[in-house]
């Protein structure tokens, strides 16, 4: 397995494992259960994730009677299947699979602290600057490059086309990659396998450290204004007590040197509780992207010219 | 502990086991690390391959579709785990380099550097180290290579870039384990070394003591022997050398006592000739103190003391001189004294030491004047004695005869001297005389030899000679002295002496000296032979013990007869030592020696003599044709039988038996042929007739018979008996033809009254004979009573 990817991705779950765990129920055995997709796991596996919370988890809660476990289903709708049953007491994932069960979930929500951003981050679309693109309308056709789990990435890339009256990514570009991570997605670009990529500001910070070539030949030309890209949070049922020694606990995870590695890997500081208001601008974002698809938009490219590049994309 | 630990010899052991063991360390280390550093470039390359081809495996799909992200990707992300790999670089033919760094990554263009180094491989070589074997510089990198093939065509070079800092710090790690751990087992060695060498550091230290003893001079310590190994030894040697040293210090402390309590002067010159040391004794000689020599030359000694042959003797310095001197003492008195000089040599080379001994002659000589005077007077001893003395040298050769000696030869005493002596032994006598001399003179051996010497008249006479070593005062051998005693009259009588015996030996008759006690004294040769014993034996025998006919109860009779007669002559027998008993005649001899009585008996064996005697008595009653009983005999027997019927009243028969026609067989076959058949008769009648029968030739052809115990029947009966057997008896004739048969006529005769006599028995059966033959022969006829 890609290590960078898994521990990014660890994070990542980590992430939503701490949004989650101050709603936990309280199970007969003291046991919160808490679940994710691995849309929101992104490069890493499904067991990978789980035998790696579960380990750090019980290393952070081994001195509270509570004990909290996480499992990652395969798709968004199986998770939301399971939280519909109740098998399990708390959810995270990213913006777009938290809010369509925030009314069922608690006040206290946690996400992940970024050094010098706060919980928020911001989404950047990234282009080779030798291509000379300086709008999002000059890459219709262009080859983009996508990594998985970018589902809140590509509301806000979908946003922006529709805003312009644009289609949707699918119609707009002629071919969509994927890639194991956004660094990878990056690359893509600076090696020219692709020509636009959308990924979280740290992340693009990230990849110019590891090659300061990447900031000289790739350039920003949309940068979005600050999000809370994922969350997690328990069940309302879960008494106060419950969630703030869950809350107290998790906080502490970056004070152990587990903790911080996992942390550092997606150049995260902390485990912290967000406000309604810190979650607003994303549940706006995302009100804005229901409301601009209901619109239906304005005529594509044709999809002779569509089905043309992902061929010749193929054929390479 | 430490300064106990590191001093002394196992301090000196210790510090030098420490350092060679270190440097032997550091030794093997050196070679240890040569072979890690191989051992790690191998494992380099192993890894290198292994690393190499699986990033290759990974990553060349991705690379076939130019997806350098992915690569990129997947290279950081293995190199985040795998902190020993430095970079990993795709280079390609144009020169574009994908450099990957663990926390970087970059393109480069243009450069061939690691294009080439995978390039320019042997086509056997897979790979290529770069700053392989610079192990110690642990901010470089060693580099693994391997070419990039897609579909079949060379895309590039893979390089991968191996931390050396990993290696370094593990073999750092190894090599301070190693260390601490050889430099820790050397001090735990060393202290248990010294822990275990207690005793043997002990025992060294009591020979130190011990050593220190002997060179503050008490030579009587001692040593264990038994400590270990060479120690013990050790202790051995020293407790030698202690022995030795006491033996040689007790010696020359003897030999001080000995130079200062001796009577002879020492006077010790170095080698420059002056007097360093004198002892006591030289007052005695010089009457003045040893300190007044001190530093004197030896001339100036010589000439003090009126030593004028010290000087020259002095020249000579290898040989031991002495000689006798008088020391002129201060006041002007001399002393006898031997000088005796004897060189010693120093330890430098050259001239050495020179001492210079006095002693003190008076004694001796006042000892060689008393000698010349004792033997003045041996001379004069000799010269009276009435025997012949000689005196010899050590060479063998007689330097001096007493005046007895010369008188007797007549000869000079210069003949004499020398081997003239020997001129007047008598020839006879020369040989075994000069063998015994000298013989015994080599042996230094006393002798005795009795020889003939000639006198001044030529007459030889015997002489015994007793020869004795002589040995002087020092235990020399320095000649031989001899004695000759004349014993010619004594020879004589020996002679005489045993002429008489060797007659005695020789004599025809055993001859005994026996004593009043019947004890045998001596006894001759032939007594000896006969009786089987040896003189030795014989003369531990009595007569009883020779002489079974003897009785001891008789034998003081027996000497009073001899005693009175002087002499006996009587028979007896002897008995030899084996058992055998001959008969003897014996004639006893009495006499009278120096008071004692002896009785001298000549003994001859008679056997001969005796059998001589019954073989005329047995011819007297045997006839001798028959064997029979002669006439004479058988009369005697017919008397004494015929007394013994009548006293016991028992039958007795008589028979007379004739040849029938016995002139004929002369006449017809010869005298041989009648004497053949009178034997053959007497041989039927003893085939017939009882041993109690007696059978008598009365005459010619004639022959009575008595028959004891049977009556006329009875008679009867062995008549006919007898004349049958006759009768069929065939006698074979020599000179061939029919064998000649004979027959005989039988008159018997019983005892019928005990008034019967022979004559009247004879008388009747004579004529019972008579009638036999008249009435046809062949037959028996009975007397009529």
């Known amino acids: 397995m890609n290590e960078k990817l898994m521990r990014s991705s660890v994070v990542s779950l980590f992430l939503l494992i701490a949004v989650a765990s101050p709603a936990l129920a309280e199970t007969a055995k003291n046991t919160i259960l808490m679940g994710g997709s691995t849309n929101g796991l992104r490069n890493t596996t499904q067991q990978d994730a789980e035998i790696t919370f579960n380990t750090l988890l019980d290393d952070a809660l081994k001195n509270s009677d509570l004990k909290l476990n996480i499992v990652v289903f395969p798709t968004t709708e199986e998770l939301y299947a399971a939280f519909d049953r109740g098998e399990i007491d708390g959810l995270f994932g990213s913006a777009v699979e938290y809010f369509p069960r925030e009314d069922e979930l608690g006040e206290d929500t946690m996400a992940l602290g970024f050094k010098g951003t706060g919980v928020k981050q911001r989404f950047v679309v990234v282009v080779r600057r030798a291509d000379g693109a300086a709008q999002i309308a000059a890459l219709k056709n262009k080859r983009i490059t996508l990594a998985r789990g970018q589902d809140i990435e590509a509301v806000f890339l979908n946003t922006l086309l529709l805003r312009q009256k644009l289609p949707e990514i699918p119609k707009f570009f002629s071919e969509v990659r994927d890639s194991k991570n956004p660094n990878v997605a990056l690359m893509d670009v600076f090696f020219a396998k692709s020509d636009v990529t959308i ?14 070539q990447l900031g000289k030949n790739l350039v920003i030309i949309e940068k979005s204004e600050p999000y809370v890209p994922a969350m997690g949070s328990v069940r309302k049922n879960l008494t106060k007590g419950k969630v703030t020694e869950l809350v107290n606990a998790l906080k502490k995870i970056y004070g152990t040197e587990t903790g911080k590695k996992v942390l550092s890997y997606s150049q995260a500081v902390s485990l912290e509780t967000i406000t309604r208001e810190d979650k607003q601008s994303i549940r706006d974002l995302v009100i804005e992207y229901r409301s601009l698809k209901a619109v239906p938009p304005p005529p594509a490219a044709s999809t002779a010219q569509a089905t043309k590049a992902r061929v010749r994309k193929n054929v390479q | 502990m430490f300064s106990r630990i590191f001093s002394g010899i196992f301090g000196h052991f210790f510090l030098r086991a420490f350092v060679i063991q270190s440097a032997l360390g550091f030794a093997i280390l050196a070679v240890v690390l040569s072979l890690f550093n ?64 663990p926390e970087r990554w970059s393109i480069e263009e243009k450069s061939l550097h690691y294009y080439r180094l995978g390039f320019e491989l042997p086509e056997w070589q897979a790979y290529a180290l770069e700053d392989a074997g610079r192990f110690f510089n642990p901010a470089s990198s060693f580099v693994f290579s391997r070419p990039i093939v897609i579909g079949g065509q060379q895309w590039g070079v893979l390089s991968v870039g191996f931390s050396k800092k990993a290696y370094f710090y593990s073999i750092l790690e190894f090599y301070f384990s190693v260390t601490a751990l050889g430099i820790a087992a050397g001090l735990i060695s060393l202290y248990l070394f010294f822990i275990s060498t207690r005793r043997i550091r002990s025992q060294l230290a009591d020979l130190e003591g011990i050593a220190r003893k002997l060179s503050e001079g008490q030579l009587t310590v001692h040593a264990k022997e038994s400590s270990i190994g060479e120690v013990g030894l050790l202790g051995t040697s020293i407790n030698a050398m202690s022995r030795a040293l006491k033996e040689k210090s007790d010696r020359l402390e003897q030999l001080v006592r000995v130079v200062e309590q001796t009577d002879d002067a020492f006077v010790l010159f170095d080698d420059t000739r002056h007097v360093i040391f004198t002892n006591d004794a030289l007052v005695k000689f010089t009457g003045r103190p040893g300190s007044f020599f001190m530093g004197m030359t030896l001339t100036e000694f010589g000439h003090l003391l009126n030593l004028s042959e010290l000087e020259r003797m002095s020249q000579d310095q290898l040989v031991t001189q002495c000689c006798d001197v008088a020391v002129t003492k201060m ?56 025997t012949l003395i000689w005196v010899a040298g050590a060479d063998k050769l007689c330097s001096w005869f007493n005046n007895t000696w010369v008188s007797y030869t007549g000869r000079s005493l210069e003949q004499e001297i020398g081997n003239g002596w020997t001129e007047g032994i008598h020839p006879d006598d020369f040989t075994r005389c000069l063998e015994t001399y000298t013989s015994s003179f080599d042996a230094r051996l006393p002798f005795s030899m009795e020889y003939r010497l000639r006198n001044h008249q030529g007459e030889y006479r015997w002489f015994i000679e007793v020869g004795r070593p002589r040995i002087d005062e020092n235990g020399n051998f320095v000649g031989y002295i001899g004695m000759l005693t004349d014993i010619n009259d004594r020879k004589m009588m020996e002679q005489t002496m045993r002429l008489a015996q060797f007659s005695l030996d020789n004599a025809d008759e055993e001859i005994f000296w026996i004593n009043s006690e019947a004890r045998i004294l001596d006894a001759n040769s032939l007594a000896c032979k006969a009786l089987g014993y040896s003189k030795e034996e014989l003369v531990r025998l009595s007569v009883a013990d020779i002489d079974p006919v003897f009785l001891s109860e008789n034998w003081a009779d027996h000497w009073q007869e001899l005693k009175e007669k002087g002499s006996l002559r009587f028979e007896s027998a002897h008995r030899t030592r084996d058992g055998r008993v001959y008969p003897t005649e014996i004639l006893a001899n009495y006499f009278e020696y120096e008071g004692h009585e002896y009785n001298c008996a000549f003994v001859r064996d008679i056997t001969e003599h005796k059998q001589l005697e019954e073989d005329l008595k047995r011819q007297a009653h045997i006839d001798f044709l028959t064997g029979l009983c002669s006439r004479g005999h058988f009369m005697e027997q017919s008397e004494v039988e015929l007394s013994r019927a009548i006293r016991y009243q028992s039958p007795f028969s008589l028979l007379m038996m004739d040849v029938d026609f016995f002139k004929q067989v002369n006449d017809t076959h010869g005298h041989k042929v009648g004497d053949y058949v009178l034997k053959k008769l007497a041989e039927i009648c003893r085939s017939i007739l009882r041993d109690v029968d007696v059978i008598g030739r009365i005459g010619g052809e004639e022959f009575a018979i008595l028959l004891p115990e049977t009556d006329k029947d009875e008679a009867i009966d062995v008549a006919e008996r007898l004349r049958g057997a006759v009768a069929n008896e065939k006698v074979p004739l020599s000179a061939g033809g029919l064998p000649l048969h004979f027959t005989v006529s039988i008159g018997l005769v019983s005892l019928a009254s005990k008034d019967d006599n022979m004559d009247v028995l004879f008388n009747l059966a004579d004529k019972a004979l008579y009638e036999a033959k008249n009435s046809g022969r062949n037959r028996v006829c009975v007397a009529e009573q």
């Open chain 1, 199 to 212: 990924v979280r500001e740290n992340e693009f910070a990230t990849a110019t450290e590891l090659n300061p």
């Open chain 2, 331 to 386: 006041d002007q008195s001399t002393v006898d004294a031997e000088l005796r000089l004897e060189s010693i040599s120093s330890d430098k080379a050259g001239i050495g030491y020179l001492l210079v001994v006095l002693s003190d002659i008076t004694d001796r000589k006042l000892a060689e004047i008393s000698l010349q005077e004792s033997e003045k007077r041996f001379r004069s001893l000799a010269n009276a004695a009435p």
């Open chain 2, 38 to 101: 191989f051992v790690s470039d191998r494992m380099a390359v192993e890894q290198g391959r292994t690393f190499a081809n699986s990033t290759l495996a990974a990553t060349i799909d991705a690379l076939y579709k130019n997806e350098y992200g992915n690569i990129v990707d997947y290279c950081m992300g293995i190199m985040k785990n795998t902190p020993n790999i430095d970079f990993i670089v795709y280079s390609n033919k144009n020169g574009t380099e994908l450099l990957i760094k």
